[in-house]
């Protein structure tokens, strides 16, 4: 496994449509699930302040696609999908993309 400084990897906030190509095929080929884009448009319009996507070298290696709900009375975050391409698994690349969505 090559050595990735945190620094080598860009994460941005969801640019609604334009970026949806990007995490249907991520998911599509990571997941093995197939939503229709019913079900991205969804995530991504409601909630597209807790849609990341992360970057080495200009290459999409990973995504989480979330909402945030009330439950009880209080907030309540929910991982609709979380995907990081497997050569780059292992490196915070995930847990990094969920706390941009929720970050505390």
């Known amino acids: 496994?090559?050595?990735?400084?945190?620094?080598?990897?860009?994460?941005?906030?969801?640019?609604?449509?334009?970026?949806?190509?990007?995490?249907?095929?991520?998911?599509?080929?990571?997941?093995?699930?197939?939503?229709?884009?019913?079900?991205y448009r969804y995530f991504v319009y409601l909630w597209p302040n807790l849609t990341f996507l992360a970057f080495h070298e200009e290459k999409c290696v990973g995504t989480v696609v979330c909402k945030m709900g009330h439950h009880r009375n209080t907030s309540r975050g929910y991982v609709g999908m979380l995907v990081v391409i497997e050569p780059y698994r292992g490196r915070g690349i995930a847990t990094e993309l969920v706390t941009r969505s929720f970050p505390g």
């Open 1 to 39: 496994m090559t050595v990735l400084s945190p620094s080598e990897i860009e994460y941005l906030s969801c640019g609604a449509e334009h970026h949806l190509p990007l995490i249907m095929g991520l998911v599509d080929r990571e997941l093995g699930e197939s939503y229709s884009i019913f079900t």
